[in-house]
């Protein structure tokens, strides 16, 4: 269980109370829980699994970050939190009195993003939240401040599965190795689990993923509409596309959802149709328009070695004129923070990157690595900050130049892409970070 001496007495009160209302709430309704966990993608697989289930269903997804134990209780409520207003939180209480209370239309089924940043988050969530799919979706070395490694990380999050109602099914991503490992060693024989990924085991595969272009030559990123990939299931091949999606490593989360409809009887049609108007949330590899006729790859929500290198990917396989990678801290590796920065540097390298900007403190070990493999050292800048970053960018940016921009939530990478998209008015819906509360906050070093 997560350490309770780390809280005050007030937050543990309050998580009680939500805790109380929960149960009651789910008891009345008895919606139907799709649980996603995972070191990373998880927002993007909750987001196409809500796509998939919302042609047929009424279903609730949690927003913005309610995925631990305050959200996950405010998302089931369909409420924001209090804040630190006494009435904020009364309010709140007064909306789960009434659902307990009185009937309303309840969704059918609810689909939870669920975090798990030390031992013990998954256990207490699953407590009182029982899920009849789970869905895991990547363990990596991201979020090692309290977890001894990976093989720690990977046994707080298959938790998920563990505690998947009987009969209920459980999706996992049989790409990853340890993944891969905990399945085999799985010994619940009530749930079914079904694999996903495009290793030729997996019950959900995908095959042949590649762009789409609008142009016949398929050169200019300037016509870039999305990824396909052709999805096997029991001897079944159909055409999928993602109109709305760049990164490959977001085909798993169209996987993730594949599986989820299947559980929930949606034919492979069906659940193919509505993945085309899947779309990822502001700041997972969305492209923007930039200045002077430039691209932004915007990756900013957050970072870790595993989604960097996927960015960097698809650096690599969108051609342009000159590729600059603009690259923010990663925080919370450990012990594997020079490590991981270093190979940062390696996947740059092997994208052919032409600029490197390094932001912050940590993005050194990635310039200094790039040195020793005889990069240019004119064409790697190094800035303490997102706002110098940006505005030394704004400068050197040019016709058809393709910018990935990436690093951990506290950089604040969006800051780069103010400066440089070509519709600055257009930042309160197309970038992360947005609301009043993140405007208010100044940069500070992490």
């Not at 005050?8 to 966990?37: D, H, M, Q």
């Not at 991201?142 to 001894?148: A, G, I, P, Q, T």
């Amino acid at each position: 269980m997560k350490n309770q001496a780390d809280k005050s007495k007030k937050l543990l009160l309050l998580e009680k109370v939500l805790r109380f209302w929960v149960i009651a709430i789910l008891k009345k309704y008895n919606p139907r829980i799709v649980g996603v966990t995972g070191s990373v993608g998880k927002t993007s697989a909750k987001e196409a699994i809500f796509e998939v289930l919302s042609k047929n269903y009424r279903v609730r997804k949690n927003e913005k970050n309610y995925n631990n134990e305050i959200g996950l209780p405010l998302t089931i409520f369909g409420c924001e939190g209090g804040g630190s207003s006494i009435l904020g939180w009364l309010m709140v209480f007064l909306k789960a009195f009434w659902l307990v209370i009185f009937p309303v239309e309840y969704p059918e089924i609810l689909v939870l993003e669920m975090g798990a940043d030390r031992p013990g988050d998954i256990s207490y969530l699953t407590s009182f939240i029982r899920c009849e799919a789970a869905v895991l979706t990547e363990i990596s070395g991201s979020h090692l401040e309290y977890f001894k490694n990976v093989h720690g990380v990977a046994k707080e999050k298959w938790t998920l599965v563990d505690n998947v109602l009987p009969d209920g099914m459980a999706a996992v991503n049989i790409d990853n190795p340890v993944i891969a490992k905990f399945k085999s060693q799985n010994k619940n024989d009530k749930i079914e689990i079904l694999t996903f990924g495009f290793s030729p085991e997996a019950d959900i595969q995908a095959q042949e993923a590649f762009f789409n272009y609008s142009s016949e030559d398929g050169f200019s990123q300037r016509e870039i509409k999305g990824l396909s990939f052709k999805l096997s299931y029991k001897g079944t091949m159909i055409p999928v596309r993602l109109n709305n999606v760049l990164a490959r490593h977001s085909i798993y989360a169209a996987l993730a959802a594949v599986a989820v409809g299947l559980k929930f009887k949606l034919n492979l049609v069906e659940i193919a149709a509505a993945l085309t108007n899947f779309s990822l949330p502001s700041g997972r590899t969305t492209l923007i328009a930039g200045l002077r006729n430039s691209f932004i790859i915007d990756d900013t929500y957050n970072s870790s070695p595993v989604s960097a290198t996927a960015a960097l990917e698809i650096l690599q396989e969108i051609k342009a004129p000159r590729k600059i990678a603009v690259m923010g801290d990663m925080l919370e590796l450990g012990k594997d923070t020079e490590s991981g920065h270093q190979m940062v540097a390696k996947n740059f390298l092997a994208a052919k990157g032409d600029i490197f900007f390094a932001v912050g403190r940590r993005m050194q070990f990635a310039a200094e690595e790039l040195k020793k493999h005889n990069f240019n050292p004119e064409k790697i800048f190094i800035f303490p900050d997102p706002i110098s970053a940006g505005r030394k960018l704004k400068e050197i940016v040019q016709d058809g130049d393709l910018i990935l921009v990436k690093g951990s939530q506290s950089m604040r990478m969006e800051k780069v892409v103010e400066e440089i998209m070509a519709e600055p008015a257009a930042a309160s819906y197309l970038l992360c970070r947005q609301d009043e509360a993140w405007k208010k906050k100044e940069w500070r070093e992490v």
